[in-house]
């Protein structure tokens, strides 16, 4: 499994773009980077996925570079409520069952009024 | 109309004592999870069923016993249990039957104190 290796804290401020790089060096060919969500007291909510270059959903966007050695986690005009835990993952989306989601030690964002 | 559901919310009880934990999940998905989340904020997977059948045993102690009576639910049952045992357990879902089947959906969670 890919490990992955994201900053452990980023503080920000109401209406800013948030990035959140991770490195994710040994990913393989087969391999997915899917971003979860954690809020306090609350399981973690999936994110977004991709695979290559750019994904964009209603919640971020993903950027992915050629290499896809690492990926970068955009939040856009990031509120109060945005203020959670971050998780990058990297592993085999087209593995039939048995995915282990192994979760690093995440980013801990906190959004400042 | 909660997707993954897990009952008790919070659970306290004392050393030794069994105690089980439920979940069960309506969105017709055929893979559930265990996983724990230590003080430290570090999730960990314990164990992994698709279609009631074990297919991820993590390095969990025996104490720990998982049962599938149907794909929809996944209930984890703990024997004598220890100080080290005090965690957030969380319950999850996914298809792998689609494409990409690394989406999963967690419950609220299951926070145990063990005093």
């Known amino acids: 499994l890919a490990k992955t290796t994201q900053p452990i804290s980023m503080d920000s401020y109401e209406g800013q773009e948030v990035n959140i790089t991770c490195s994710h060096n040994?990913?393989?060919?087969?391999?997915?980077i899917t971003w979860y969500q954690q809020f306090p007291s609350q399981g973690p909510r999936f994110i977004i996925q991709g695979y290559k270059t750019k994904v964009t959903n209603e919640v971020a966007s993903l950027f992915i570079p050629a290499d896809r050695k690492s990926s970068t986690l955009s939040l856009p005009r990031v509120s109060l409520s945005d203020t959670a835990v971050y998780y990058c993952?990297?592993?085999?989306?087209?593995?039939?069952?048995?995915?282990?989601?192994?979760f690093g030690g995440g980013t801990r964002v906190l959004v400042k009024p | 109309d909660t997707a993954v559901s897990q009952t008790p919310k919070y659970l306290v009880t004392q050393m030794g004592n069994d105690k089980s934990i439920k979940c069960e999940q309506n969105?017709?998905?055929?893979?559930m999870y265990w996983y724990k989340q230590d003080s430290k904020k570090f999730l960990k997977i314990m164990f992994s069923y698709n279609n009631k059948e074990l297919i991820i045993n993590e390095t969990v102690p025996n104490r720990f016993s998982p049962k599938s009576p149907d794909k929809a639910h996944l209930n984890l049952h703990i024997n004598s249990l220890e100080l080290g045992d005090s965690a957030v357990y969380f319950c999850a879902s996914s298809h792998p039957g689609q494409a990409l089947n690394t989406e999963a959906f967690f419950g609220q969670g299951t926070r145990l104190t063990v005093v």
């Open positions: 040994n990913i393989a060919t087969n391999d997915y």
């Open positions: 969105l017709g998905h055929d893979t």
């Open positions: 993952l990297v592993g085999d989306g087209n593995k039939a069952a048995g995915n282990k989601l192994t």
